[in-house]
């Protein structure tokens, strides 16, 4: 039996906040968050949080090296829309210079802006015949979201700064009550190098310039260090924050994790461990190679359902040896198109809930 929601105990925080300094600009950004939650708080409208993007884990604290997490914030950028579609406000946490809502469509390295835009006969610039209908219907969209203030564009690269801004966003979302949802499609770092085994400066590659770690003034190792011409990367696990989330920061809203594998045997085994660890309401596993075309709801009423996009066209090559490699084509459908109104379909049944409690 999975345990909902609203456990009587209260984990604390645990020290990363203590030990992990508080990003520089994030007074700024929780000041922008916490207005556009009250505007949307006091209509008495939805808000998800939807995260989006990979986290970046810096090797020295002058970073010129980080080890990233894949994403290209495809999936977050995709369901914003879908969610503002839905009537909700979004509060889009994403990995900065990764894909926006509505932008993103234009804005790909393979759909480059310039090859939409064409000259008419004055020499203006101008968007080509073909993609005018299509452009349109997205501008009026993103200038809908604009004028109505429905999306809020906030930026981070590394874990750390998605820690903290998880944290604080979570706090001022709890005067929303069940009204606030999590959509956690972000793919976070799981390792990272704690402030306290940071290097200050750039790792010397060069055996002539590297330094003597052998101080013995106590100081811990550095987690990224050369020994000889190795780099030595000895990483931290990043706390389970999904643990505290629900439990700690955010017990009324509706939290919606993502589970990403590249084995398929695995799938709806660690989504339903994932469910039952952190006991938060929807898993929603997907798989590295058909994350396009189909995703598995893992629920914590036991239920497990495929979504599945209906007219995906599928072509199959074979590769050398005994790997099959399955080419496939573009959806013709985005299949967050089907996902945000299955999550907000769960999202209602989750307030309609809490109300009858009340
Ligand atoms: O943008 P695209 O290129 O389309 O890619 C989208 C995606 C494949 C990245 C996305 O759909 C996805 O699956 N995101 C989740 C990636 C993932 O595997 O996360 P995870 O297994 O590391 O973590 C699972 C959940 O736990 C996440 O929702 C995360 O928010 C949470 N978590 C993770 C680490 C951590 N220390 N604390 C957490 O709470």
Redesign the pocket.
Known sequence: MVQQNGNSEHPPDPDYFQTNPKPYNLDRQITLARSFIEQHAHANSRVALV????TTVPLENQTVRFIDN????????TSAEYFLEAGYAVIFLHRQF??LPYSRHYSHSTNCFLDFMTYNDAGAVVVESEYQQEMAQVLSRYRKAKEENTLLLLPFTTVNEYLWLLRGLAMQMRPLGANGLFY???????FFVPAERMVEHKIQSSEDFQEDLTNGNGAKAPAAHMEGKRLVIDLDP??????L?VDGWAPQSMIV?????TDPSLLAKKARY?LEK?SHHLV?G?M?NT??WEVLFVSADGGERWIRVPAARRSKSITSGNHEDVHLQEPAIEIESWIVPEVAKEHTMMIEKTKSKH
């Open positions: 995260t989006s993007g990979g894949f994403s290209a914030g495809t999936r977050g950028a990764s894909l956690l499609a972000a793919a976070v770092s799981d990043v706390p389970k924050f999904l643990k989330l994790s993502f589970k990403l594998e994932a952190y929603i997907n590295l994350r396009k």
